[in-house]
Structures are given as C-alpha cells and as structure tokens.
C-alpha cells in the first residue's frame, strides 16, 4: 500500500507561481509512473500530468502544457509540480497519484492505483 502525502498549495495572483510536492512512502517509489490530477467545483476530475518510473517520459494535458512541470527524485520519494504563468481557471484541488506501471505506453488508459488527500490551489484575477 502506497501513502501520498500533497502540500505546497496555496492562494496566489494571476501570472504567479507555486510548486507542489507529494511524498510517498510504503512502496517502491522508483517502480511508480506519478501523475497529478486536479478537481475544480463542480467539475469532474481531470489529468494534468504524469511521468515515467524514471522521469524521462512526461506527459501534459493540453491545458497546462508549457506552464507545469512534473518531476521525480526517486532518492527522495518525491514529485513535483511547478505551476507557472498561473491563471483563475487553474483553481483546483490538486492530487498526486501512483500507477504501479512504471512504463507508460498510453497515458489515457493508465490507471492510477494510489491516491493522495489533496491540495488547495486557489488562483485570483
């Protein structure tokens, strides 16, 4: 059983930034692709953005693409999300996932087996 643990949100101006990190523990951090998804109010989960067990194959909705940047330090069990050049609609819950598919192939039909609490980005105009 795999624990996440998010924090780094936080209110912040239009055009501003915030980095996000997420802690696991209970696994072999290194087998996992890590993703972060966002939820905003009334709206359904989507995804944001994901990488390989080593970091070298990132994935970015289109959304955020050129704007977030996903990372991992696999020594640390660590992954990150810088978020850049934010806007209002990036208002969300943010969470941190782990797939025990450490390859990604397709990142549509990746499933995600491990989920964190979440954390608060709020995002004023």
């Known amino acids: 059983q795999v624990h996440l643990v998010e924090s780094g949100g936080g209110m912040v101006q239009a055009g501003g930034s915030l980095r996000l990190s997420c802690v696991a523990s209970?696994?072999?951090?290194?087998?996992?692709?890590m993703g972060w998804f966002r939820q905003a109010p009334g709206k359904e989960r989507e995804f944001v953005a994901a990488?390989?067990?080593?970091?070298?194959?990132?994935f970015y909705s289109d959304s955020v693409k050129g704007r977030f940047i996903i990372s991992r330090h696999n020594a640390e069990n660590m992954v990150y999300l810088q978020l850049n050049n934010l806007k209002p609609e990036d208002t969300a819950v943010y969470y941190c996932?782990?797939?025990?598919?450490?390859?990604?192939?397709?990142?549509?039909?990746?499933?995600?087996?491990?989920w964190g609490q979440g954390t608060q980005v709020t995002v004023s105009s």
């Open positions: 209970g696994g072999t951090f290194s087998r996992y692709s």
């Open positions: 990488l390989n067990w080593s970091g070298g194959s990132t």
């Open positions: 996932a782990a797939s025990e598919v450490g390859h990604i192939v397709d990142i549509a039909t990746l499933e995600f087996n491990y």
